[in-house]
């Protein structure tokens, strides 16, 4: 008779179509933080991060998970309750309802090691992070610069940015309004920058002289409450 499942790989399998649904905004943001947290195989990895299809990705990325065993499963669970998931996907809100620690019953959890944490977020107090002229960017202040932000914003998406092409062209795709399509590409430096992602950090990319963009539609980021 074949042994049942452990909780957590259980308790994943019936979130997946969910979970699909939700991470597949932003597949790569996800994919990132879980090699961050050592949940993949270098292979695993490799295979992943070459797939262009975010549904896809995402439902590779569960499948390849739930095979690496119940600690790589319980380690995604807790990832996804994680601040940084829980502000990129909103409708993840439901995770921190969800108790990740079950398991079968007669065993006990075996001590776990602190994983290794290459964010800033755990290096740096939160208060040296959000000191005054290095607050994190809010999505106002995207919004105000994306407004200011005219047809070579994927040019400034590639030069001042550092976003791959493969993006901009994903995200011309995906949102019709030019200011949309500006707001998600400033969103998307903004997630995958994480704790650099301040407004003074923004605004001195912005500001370079071969941009040309007007001082004055960037100042904004420099404004304090």
């Not at 002229?133 to 400034?156: D, N, T």
């Amino acid at each position: 008779m074949a042994e049942e499942p452990a909780a957590e790989i259980q308790l994943l399998r019936s979130l997946k179509v969910k979970l699909i649904e939700i991470l597949s905004a932003d597949a790569d943001f996800v994919l990132q933080y879980a090699d961050s947290r050592y949940l993949l195989s270098a292979h695993g990895y490799q295979q992943l991060k070459a797939c262009r299809v975010p549904s896809e990705k995402v439902t590779d990325l569960l499948d390849h998970i739930i095979q690496r065993g119940p600690e790589a499963t319980r380690g995604l669970l807790e990832l996804l309750k994680n601040q940084a998931l829980q502000e990129t996907f909103p409708m993840l809100c439901f995770m921190k309802d969800v108790q990740v620690n079950t398991l079968p019953s007669g065993k006990r959890e075996p001590p776990r090691k602190r994983e290794p944490a290459p964010d800033l977020q755990e290096t740096i107090p939160s208060k040296q992070i959000c000191r005054k002229g290095s607050r994190l960017v809010k999505e106002k202040q995207l919004m105000i610069v994306a407004r200011a932000i005219g047809r070579s914003w994927k040019e400034i998406g590639r030069l001042a940015l550092d976003i791959p092409s493969v993006k901009l062209e994903q995200i011309e795709e995906d949102y019709l309004p030019h200011v949309e399509r500006v707001f998600a590409m400033l969103r998307f430096w903004s997630t995958s920058q994480r704790e650099k992602a301040t407004a003074a950090h923004l605004h001195s990319l912005l500001s370079q002289e071969d941009l040309a963009l007007p001082l004055e539609s960037i100042d904004s980021l420099l404004e304090t409450d």
